[in-house]
């Protein structure tokens, strides 16, 4: 099946700071979804990213699927920002999450 | 959007009982997934429900442990049978919309 590597796997941020999350995959794709895992529990779609870039707000996302990877930024880091961020692929498939990148924002 | 309600949203249970969990979307919905989130771990698929049809189940997991009912387009439940401490994690209902999948708030279950 397809492998999902997300790196780091965790990251302590002051607020304010940008930071860059990364995602590899091993196979191609044609769905790409990152989500946002707040401390509480609740998973947020950030972006649906098979190819291409899209920005929300402080968020921006980039995936290039020849070669097998995507990053998402995240500028001007506020506390609110805290939590896993996940990838997860799929081909006509259910998606397959990578383990994640723990984001720690301090003020 | 889809918003995405699960009863109950806590439990602590004896090993050796079953958990029914609900999912209930605000929309229609072909295809509703099921996750498990094992404490500090990623998402893991357990199965696929479609309406009028038996649900798909991923390697590792079998109905007669997994359950899972979906009688119509907006609902389904996952029962956890005969409950071990292996068990305990945040159990996800999962729903496909466009192409955007959204999650419910989770089932956090405790087995003692």
């Known amino acids: 099946g397809i492998q999902v590597e997300q790196s780091p796997p965790d990251l302590i941020l002051q607020e304010g700071a940008n930071s860059t999350l990364r995602c590899n995959f091993s196979d191609s794709v044609n769905n790409l979804q990152w989500f946002h895992q707040n401390p509480w529990g609740q998973l947020i779609n950030l972006f649906y990213?098979?190819?291409g870039t899209k920005q929300n707000g402080r968020l921006s996302a980039t995936t290039v699927a020849t070669e097998r990877y995507s990053l998402l930024y995240i500028s001007s880091s506020q506390t609110t920002d805290s939590g896993v961020y996940f990838c997860?692929?799929?081909?006509?498939?259910?998606?397959?999450f990578g383990k994640g990148t723990r984001l720690s924002v301090i003020a | 959007s889809a918003v995405i309600s699960q009863k109950p949203s806590r439990d602590i249970c004896q090993r050796g009982t079953s958990l029914t969990i609900q999912c209930q979307v605000d929309s229609q919905v072909t295809m509703m997934f099921w996750y498990r989130q094992q404490p500090g771990q990623s998402l893991t698929l357990i199965a696929t429900a479609n309406q009028g049809s038996e649900a798909t189940y991923e390697s590792g997991f079998v109905i007669d442990k997994f359950p899972i009912s979906r009688p119509n387009l907006t609902f389904s439940t996952l029962t956890v049978s005969n409950m071990s401490p292996e068990d305990s994690s945040i159990y996800l209902c999962?729903?496909?919309?466009?192409?955007?999948?959204?999650f419910g708030p989770g089932t956090r279950l405790l087995v003692l």
């Open positions: 990213i098979p190819s």
């Open positions: 997860a692929v799929g081909t006509n498939t259910p998606l397959v």
């Open positions: 999962s729903v496909e919309l466009g192409k955007t999948q959204y």
